[in-house]
């Protein structure tokens, strides 16, 4: 089976990351790991330090998974487990731990209006849908609560 890796501009527009890909994970771990698997694939397809939609300090989106200066890993997921979204119907959490039918970043990865209309569009936005594998890792790791590994 081949795995098509695309490069995403930064959110579909003019000067993304060249490293940016929506298939950061070709193969999806039988148990992956936030540190090592989901906050790299997250950084690759939606932002890091320097570059495209949900990076840095003053992130386009709603949330940044920026690392460096001061910022962790840990700091990251933090904010995503257990945190009330701003962009979402009432009841979901960026990441439900043990809960991915209630996890907003699956939702948003995974359907073309989240969440119902007016809650914008599948992300990464202008670009291709992320990968199975990659769906299926952060399922997976939002399946084992969400762990801080």
């Known amino acids: 089976m081949a795995t ?7 959110c579909g527009g003019p000067g993304g990351s060249a490293g940016a890909t929506t298939c950061p994970i070709p ?3 039988a148990s992956p790991t936030f540190s090592g698997d989901i ?5 690759g397809s939606c932002g890091s330090r320097s570059s495209t939609c949900h990076s840095g300090a003053a992130p ?11 910022r962790t890993a840990g700091d990251v997921r933090a904010d995503l487990v ?18 991915p039918a209630r996890s907003w970043v ?33 399922r997976a790791w939002i399946e084992r609560g969400g762990p801080n590994d």
Not at 4 to 10: E, K, S
Not at 60 to 70: I, P, R
Not at 110 to 125: H, K, L, N, V
Not at 129 to 137: F, H, L, N, P, R
Request: charged share 10%; proline share 10%.
């Open 60 to 70: 386009t989106g709603h949330f940044s998974f920026a690392t460096g200066a001061g």
């Open 106 to 138: 699956l939702e948003k990865i995974t359907q073309d209006q989240p969440g119902g209309s007016g809650y914008g569009a599948r992300m990464p936005y202008g670009a291709a849908d992320v990968c199975a594998a990659t769906v299926q890792a952060i």
């Open 39 to 43: 906050l790299p694939a997250l950084q």
């Open 4 to 10: 098509v890796t695309l490069a995403l501009a930064a």
């Open 82 to 99: 257990n945190a009330v979204p701003s962009n979402a119907p009432p009841g979901w959490l960026r990441v439900a731990p043990y809960d």
């Open 27 to 29: 193969v999806a771990p």
